[in-house]
């Protein structure tokens, strides 16, 4: 999209990730039983700027990791010449308002002919932070005097329970400093609502204490979630030592606040003490309820309400389709549409896009909806992420 302010000329950028696409999507191929000529994406947006007659910058971003196949294949482009040459023999020049950004993790598998052609320009993440992301986010907030408290809440504990998780624990699957803040700030979206009690009908005083009970439990369930059992332990250590509020039995990661009264309370009292099985029920599909399937039923279904995108990581048979599909079995079905997607090591990219593109409708150019005008919600089971 075009950014355009007064006395500045319009911008233009378009942005793909060339390793998520096979190369003959990326430039271009031959159809092997026809032979007809297929256009790529790369040669698309350069066939459509190449034919721009205005003077407008544009900007073809490359947000992905460096591959030797389709860096190599740039190399002629981002050379004196700046012509990119496709394997049916069109040669497209690139013009002079047209510039190439690559932003890349590292450059591991790049050659030196690559290198030589860029510039370099290094970020590190302790340049720039989490508070620009958490400034941003409470700037969107329509309370402004409850941003300026969750603001001193952040600098409170954010940063010491960073540190502490970067240095004592470790991680079934390692997350970044920045995606730990954003599953913060998705996890406060969810539940700082009235739903669960966050309202100053109270006083100022209640409402104060219930968001902050609510931020230390978020903080557990994202700058904590991801941590290893020995690393739980260290957490509860560590946080009754800065925090003196939680209930003295049991680790924190036993309790919820409780949106009625404001109370830290703890998960068993979710348990129906007269639970008893269904006798119409199959054998394997009986599923026990536990305090772990009542927290993560909480935490899952809050963030899909608020439609956040959620990843549910553990170990081989601990559960985690059958509480992930209890619960979808809760979503009202006359606002969601479920479409599950079992993955394997055959599954490819195309496949699931086919598989979506199935269950979804064409509204106009570029745009597929559910049917129905519903909220879909695609559950990938057995995704798997190589370390």
Not at 63 to 77: A, F, H, Q, R
Not at 339 to 357: F, G, H, P, R, Y
Request: proline share 5%; hydrophobic share 40%.
């Amino acid at each position: 999209p075009p950014v355009e302010q007064e006395n500045v000329e319009a911008v233009h950028y378009t942005a793909l990730n060339p390793k998520s696409i096979t190369m003959g999507q990326l430039f271009g191929c031959f159809d092997p039983v026809s032979h007809e000529w297929t256009d790529g994406i790369v040669a698309n947006t350069f066939r459509r700027m190449a034919t721009d007659t205005s003077r407008d910058r544009h900007w073809v971003v490359f947000d992905g990791p460096v591959d030797t196949l389709w860096i190599e294949s740039m190399n002629s482009v981002m050379d004196d010449n700046k012509i990119l040459t496709l394997i049916n023999g069109e040669r497209i020049s690139m013009p002079e308002p047209v510039s190439l950004l690559f932003e890349v993790e590292d450059l591991a598998v790049a050659s030196p002919a690559t290198v030589s052609r860029c510039g370099m320009v290094y970020f590190d993440t302790k340049d720039l932070g989490w508070q620009p992301y958490v400034d941003s986010w409470l700037q969107k907030r329509e309370d402004k005097s409850g941003a300026e408290l969750l603001r001193k809440f952040f600098d409170k504990h954010a940063q010491r329970l960073l540190d502490f998780v970067r240095g004592k624990c470790s991680e079934l699957v390692p997350t970044s400093t920045l995606n730990r803040i954003t599953s913060l700030c998705n996890l406060l979206d969810a539940l700082l609502t009235e739903a669960h009690g966050v309202t100053r009908a109270e006083g100022e005083d209640h409402y104060r204490r219930i968001v902050e009970r609510w931020f230390l439990f978020c903080c557990v369930w994202s700058l904590c979630g991801g941590v290893d059992e020995a690393g739980r332990r260290k957490v509860d250590e560590f946080l009754r030592e800065v925090e003196g509020q939680f209930p003295t039995k049991d680790s924190v990661y036993e309790y919820y606040v409780d949106g009625k009264t404001g109370e830290w309370v703890h998960w068993e009292q979710e348990l129906r003490a007269d639970w008893r099985y269904s006798p119409d029920l199959p054998f394997y599909k009986i599923q026990v309820p536990t305090v772990d399937t009542v927290r993560y039923d909480f935490l899952l279904y809050n963030l899909i309400l608020a439609r956040k995108p959620t990843l549910m990581v553990g170990p081989v048979g601990t559960g985690k389709t059958s509480v992930v599909t209890s619960v979808l079995a809760r979503l009202d079905p006359s606002v969601f549409s479920l479409l599950a997607i079992n993955m394997s090591s055959k599954t490819s990219s195309n496949n699931v896009q086919d598989i979506i593109e199935s269950k979804v409708e064409k509204r106009t150019k570029g745009v597929f909806v559910p049917v129905g005008g519903k909220k879909m919600v695609t559950f990938l089971d057995d995704l798997n992420m190589p370390a």
